[in-house]
């Protein structure tokens, strides 16, 4: 009888031994079958590098900007009193023709820039990469944004002035500030337009990278190599 009962026990422990390898053979693989700190960190950056080449790039095509609603550079507060005062004595096409080369230049400069928020990407070290994986859609791109903000806009700036002149934004704003500064009753302005393009355009470029990064997080499909597939399936 004893034997019997022994030969239960001893088969249940087999089925269950079986039955808990098989559990760990699906658990995603690395040291101790547990992806490391320095793996998660290398698919959060992939899938930052994804949002550049694939989403920041449609930026730097024609109306990239200008015709994207996500990211379309609109005029400051203190400039739409000029958009309207200018509408109201007749010169549309020139308001119209403002709005559209700040956008202009922002296209012209990412296209030039691509390269510094790619060496950022590079360069970030994630704290807590797991807690990153495991939060907001938007968490990698939230991170990158916070540790590199400063530096990338210090970087962008020139660019955003070399573009206003490329794209001839800073002639046509320099005609139609002072068209508005001549206009009877009106209060000067001088505004800084190269600083306001360099943040929204910033502003762009990680709304992009965030709308990739949620591509990857809730679609399979955008998972499009073996590193994104194995770090993206812990979130999941």
Not at 85 to 113: I, Q
Request: net charge positive; proline share 3%.
């Amino acid at each position: 009888m004893i034997r019997k009962i022994l030969a239960v026990v001893l088969i249940f422990n087999l089925t269950a031994c079986a039955e808990l390898q098989q559990v760990v053979n699906q658990l995603p693989q690395d040291t101790g079958g547990i992806i490391g700190n320095t793996e998660i960190a290398s698919g959060l950056r992939q899938a930052l590098d994804l949002g550049i080449d694939k989403q920041v790039t449609k930026l730097t095509r024609t109306d990239g900007f200008f015709k994207n609603e996500l990211v379309k550079i609109v005029l400051p507060q203190e400039l739409r009193k000029v958009d309207k005062t200018l509408r109201d004595v007749g010169l549309s096409k020139l308001a119209d023709e403002g709005l559209k080369v700040l956008n202009r230049a922002a296209e012209d400069a990412v296209k030039e820039a691509t390269p510094i928020f790619v060496d950022a990407v590079k360069g970030i070290t994630f704290a807590d990469a797991k807690n990153i994986l495991l939060g907001q859609n938007d968490a990698a791109t939230r991170y990158l944004n916070s540790k590199t903000q400063t530096a990338l806009y210090n970087k962008f700036s020139p660019v955003i002035k070399n573009s206003f002149s490329k794209v001839g934004a800073d002639k046509i704003w320099s005609n139609l500030i002072n068209k508005y500064n001549n206009i009877p009753f009106t209060n000067n302005v001088n505004p800084d337009l190269t600083d306001y393009v360099t943040g929204e355009a910033l502003k762009g470029v990680f709304t992009m990278i965030a709308v990739e990064e949620a591509e990857i997080r809730t679609k399979l499909s955008s998972r499009t190599t073996d590193l994104l597939k194995k770090v993206f399936a812990l979130q999941d």
